[in-house]
């Protein structure tokens, strides 16, 4: 996984009183389309699709007591997909782009015709004071549960999609939260966000954004500790609509990194589902991760995890795929299984691959790609997504799928970060 590291603030210093810091992203990316005219169009072999990023982050702590955290992001985003085709991948939005857990519209979008937006918005801004053995934020904060890799069953507020390759910053949500310690390794958290209840797809109605909802919104305690070198959590809670009763655990078993979380949601909302009536669009449902992974000494890092889909189909993909788009479950599949390696060839240069596989139709997501350090604050990576599966038909009823990953298309991107 890739991380922002740190750089030179363009001023001050964020671990003073005040820090001003930046990046831009610019992503590029071509898609190889097969032959299927209701998701790509007649005759159309090839699209493309780009997204450049510029975030300001302003950070600081004026006091022992105080501190603060303000980040504003620019995007100017093309693609030549049609509607239909780009809502499968979600390869160039944060967690299929969920609008979960957000009170307020501090988003702008100056322009959005045909191809072409732009958009600028407020994706952080919290301010956390120190009382004691307790800390409080307020505000838009990113809150991270959860210690697998490619799925994260405890990770309840806008967790990263599985399929994305870019997790540099995770979106924030409008929440209060209260870190309270218990000891040097253990404490209690717990978590309020406002939300709005969203339709199907995750989003957010036009115009609703003020609108509290009790099913949009989450009340959620969890408790961690470390206890003979394993990381423990249990939580708890009402999330988005429904309860939430989770835990998991990651340590060290001999030359293995061990990985493990679970979570049991309980469904408090009868939505229908579009694919199928008959079937709850939110149902109550298991997931499970277990994960395993290795660092070797020649520099080889592998990881693998093994996903237990509640929410997801056995038989019709398009339901399974609908939850999976509107934040419930994580795939169309219920059983899947993942792996990545990574190693570094240059110490300017790290190869990685990794494969998603879902064992009940037999596709699978691969994804081969190289980071390029050219300096402290600049990298480059290049990669490629491949679908691998039986790919969809179309039926007098409409898209049938065969495949989860055999509807994608192929995919190759080049990306370009630079921190300053």
Known sequence: ???????????????????????????????????????????????????????????????????YELHLVGEL???SLPALASAGPGLLVPGAGLSRYRLFDLEWRPLSEGDVSTRLWLDRAALRFSVGPADITVGRQALTFGKAYFWNPLDVFLAFDPRQFDRDYKPGVDALRVDYALGDFSGLTLVAAAGRTVDATGLAPEGDFADLSWRGAALLLRWFTSLAGWDLAAQAGKVYGGLHFGAGLSGELGPLAVRGEAAWFQSLDDTPAQAEPAARARPSHLQAV??????????LDLQAEFLYNGAGSGGNLLLGMERALGGTGFHAGRVLGGLVASYQILPILTGSLAWIFSFGDYSSLLQPGLQLSVSDEADFLFGVMLGLGARPEATAAGLE????????????????????
């Open 290 to 299: 277990l994960g395993l992974g290795h660092h070797f000494e020649c520099g």
């Open 401 to 420: 799928l065969n495949s989860e990953f055999g509807a994608w298309p192929n995919v190759y991107y080049l990306e370009f970060k630079f921190y300053f």
């Open 1 to 67: 996984m890739l991380l922002p590291r740190p750089a030179r603030a363009i001023v001050g210093d964020s671990d003073g009183g005040f820090g001003l810091d930046g990046s831009l992203r610019t992503i590029t990316a071509v898609t190889g389309n097969y032959d299927f005219p209701l998701l790509f169009g007649a005759d159309n072999s090839t699209d493309g699709l780009s997204q450049s990023l510029l975030r300001l982050t302003m950070a600081g702590r004026p006091a022992d007591w105080f501190g």
């Open 77 to 79: 985003y093309f693609t």
